[in-house]
């Protein structure tokens, strides 16, 4: 069974300050996914991440992958208010049936 | 451009009683297609996914069924709710890498 865990589940910050939000993944995967969720709301693709090393930056997020920890991370670079949300990690497996199973989320809190 | 729709948006039904969601795609063809349920401040738990018409698996094991009798259409059904089965239920489809999510049925089972 494939397992994926984030941490922290929960996450206050002040505006400004960097974080970093870590997705782990118990099978081999070559495809990652970054989602965002804002209450009562759908999900929002933010990347995907499709090999090792892969980096990819939107605005004041930037998520990796190393296929070979089985690790994902999201950085938070000066956080504001709008990027209050809960964000999801999802790991694709590719060769199995392309199943997506999510990581627990983070939710996450910008103080002003 | 690919969209997604997903209806209703919100439904009330008592216990006992049947249920159909569906999800229709456009836009593109052969999507692989997914449902996943959400529980109030949790996460997202995977029921069923598709790869072609007919062709369903299903995560867990409940009593909810699914069916794709087309190509673009994913259907969640159940003959008799449980209070169990209330959620928000997500709708999405995926072709190649890129993976979309429709906007959700929230079911309040009474």
């Known amino acids: 069974e494939l397992k994926v865990e984030q941490n922290p589940l929960f996450l206050s910050m002040q505006e400004g300050k960097n974080y970093t939000i870590y997705c782990n993944y118990s099978?081999?995967?070559?495809?990652l996914y970054w989602y965002r969720q804002d209450p009562g709301k759908s999900l929002e693709s933010l990347f995907v991440?499709?090999?090792?090393?892969a980096v990819k930056q939107e605005g004041r997020l930037m998520a990796s992958l190393d296929t070979k920890a089985r690790l994902s991370t999201l950085h938070i670079t000066a956080a504001v208010h709008d990027l209050s949300a809960t964000y999801f990690c999802?790991?694709?497996?590719?060769?199995?049936?392309?199943?997506?199973?999510f990581g627990t989320g983070t939710s996450l809190t910008v103080i002003p | 451009s690919q969209t997604i729709h997903q209806w209703p948006a919100t439904l009330v039904q008592p216990v006992g009683s049947p249920l159909s969601l569906e999800c229709t795609v456009e836009?593109?063809?052969?999507?692989?297609l997914y449902w996943y349920r959400q529980a109030a401040g949790r996460g997202l738990q995977l029921l069923f996914y598709?790869?072609?018409?007919?062709?369903i698996s299903s995560e867990v094991p409940q009593n909810l069924s699914a069916s794709r009798p087309q190509d673009r259409q994913f259907i969640l059904s159940s003959k008799k709710l449980l209070l169990s089965d209330s959620g928000f239920y997500l709708c999405?489809?995926?072709?190649?890498?890129?993976?979309?999510f429709g906007q959700g049925t929230r079911l309040t089972v009474v």
């Open positions: 999405a489809w995926k072709v190649r890498a890129e993976a979309f």
């Open positions: 099978t081999t995967s070559d495809r």
């Open positions: 991440l499709l090999s090792n090393g």
């Open positions: 999802a790991v694709e497996r590719v060769y199995t049936g392309n199943q997506f199973y």
């Open positions: 836009g593109t063809s052969n999507p692989n």
């Open positions: 598709s790869v072609g018409i007919g062709q």
